[in-house]
C-alpha cells in the first residue's frame, strides 16, 4: 500500500521567506503526485500536479514542486511568500496502475505566514 | 459552472444516530468519491461511485454506505454514529479516466456528541 509523509506538520514564516515544503512517499510503480492547498474556511483546491513529463511542476499562485523519483520525494516549493499563503497545504500520490486511481494524503502541513 | 456543492455546511449528532450527507458534482463529471477528514488529518478515503455503483471502498466499516443517483449526484450515509465519526466529510468529482483530477467540495463538518 502507498503512503505518503509530509515532514514538517507546522512551518511559520515571515512575508518574503522562501518556502520548501516536504513530501515524500512509498510506492515502487508510477505514480501520479499532487499538491493541495486548504485556505482557511475554504474548500481544498488543486495547486499542481505532475503526471509525467518535465520533473519540475509549476503550479498556481508562483508554487513549484519537483519530482526527484530517486528519492520518491515531491517537494513544494515558493521563492517569496505572502501572508495569503497561510493555510493547510496536502501532498497526494495515487498509483496509474491496477486501475485504483484514488489518491492517498499526507497529513498536511500546516504555513502560517507572519506580515 | 457550479463547482463541487455539498450540503448540509454543519451538522450535530448524537451517538447512535443516523446521518446522511448529500453532494453534486462539477458540471461535466460522473464520478464522486467521498473523504473523511479528521481534526489535523488528510483527507481518507472511503468509498467512490460510478454509474450509480460502488467502485472502490477505502478501509471504513459497513456503516458508511452511499449512492449515486442518474444525475451523478450522491449521497454518503453513516448509521449507529460514534463519537470518532466527528470529521470534516468531503465530496470529490471527477470524470472517468486515468488522467483526470479530483476537484472538491466545501465538506459538511459532523460532530457527533
Do not use: M
Not at chain 1, 100 to 110: A, C, E, L, V
Not at chain 2, 90 to 113: D, I, K
Amino acid at each position: 500500500a502507498q503512503s505518503v509523509s509530509q515532514h514538517n506538520h507546522h512551518v511559520i514564516l515571515s512575508e518574503a521567506a522562501s518556502l520548501e515544503l516536504g513530501c515524500n512517499y512509498s510506492y515502487g510503480g508510477t505514480v501520479n503526485l499532487f499538491w493541495y492547498v486548504q485556505y482557511p474556511g475554504q474548500h481544498l483546491q488543486l495547486l499542481l500536479k505532475y503526471f509525467s513529463g518535465d520533473p519540475l511542476v509549476k503550479g498556481i499562485k508562483g508554487f513549484e514542486a519537483e519530482f526527484i523519483k530517486s528519492k520518491f520525494s515531491f517537494n513544494l516549493r515558493k521563492p517569496s511568500v505572502q501572508w495569503s499563503d497561510t493555510a493547510e497545504y496536502f501532498c497526494a500520490v495515487r498509483s496509474t496502475s491496477g486501475g485504483s486511481y484514488i489518491p492517498t494524503f499526507g497529513r498536511g502541513t500546516s504555513l502560517i505566514v507572519h506580515p | 459552472d457550479a463547482g463541487v456543492t455539498q450540503s448540509p455546511t454543519h451538522l450535530i449528532k448524537t451517538r447512535g444516530q443516523q446521518v446522511t450527507l448529500r453532494c453534486s458534482p462539477k458540471s461535466g463529471h460522473d464520478t464522486v468519491s467521498w473523504y473523511q477528514q479528521a481534526l489535523g488529518q488528510g483527507p481518507q478515503f472511503i468509498f467512490q461511485y460510478y454509474e450509480e455503483e460502488e467502485r472502490q471502498r477505502g478501509n471504513f466499516p459497513d456503516r458508511f454506505s452511499g449512492h449515486q443517483f442518474p444525475n451523478y449526484s450522491s449521497e454518503l450515509n453513516v448509521n449507529a454514529l460514534l463519537l470518532g465519526d466527528s470529521a470534516l466529510y468531503l465530496c470529490a468529482s471527477s470524470s472517468q479516466g486515468a488522467q483526470e483530477t479530483q476537484y472538491f467540495g466545501p465538506g459538511t463538518r459532523l460532530l457527533v456528541l
